[in-house]
């Protein structure tokens, strides 16, 4: 996931790098700052995937944009179809 800090809100907002490479972009409300910005991305995917905040996880990039996020008890395919609706939502309101 690539994270963008001090946003207006708090979106998935498209797709960042192309192919093998790209990563999930998520703006946040909160500063990064304090790991502020770490919590805010927990509480949002919390919420995004119906789950409690001690099933998601930071496994690597703690102070940086890019993060591998751990999904404790969700399976690839419905975090994939998850996101994926959200992702041609967010195209269905740019187009419209």
């Known amino acids: 996931m ?17 192919a093998a490479e790209s ?5 946040l409300k909160a500063p990064p700052i304090e790991g502020r910005a770490n919590e805010a991305l927990i509480a949002f995917l919390a919420k995004f995937f119906g789950l409690a905040r001690s ?9 940086g944009r890019s993060k591998l996020v751990v ?21 269905s309101s740019r187009t419209s």
């Open 71 to 91: 999904l404790k008890v969700v399976n690839a395919a419905d975090a994939e179809a998850r996101i994926g609706a959200a992702l041609t939502a967010l195209v």
């Open 55 to 63: 099933s998601i996880g930071i496994a690597h990039g703690q102070t």
């Open 23 to 27: 990563e999930l972009r998520i703006a």
């Open 2 to 18: 690539r994270v963008q800090p001090g946003a207006k809100q708090n979106a998935i907002t498209g797709v960042y790098g192309e």
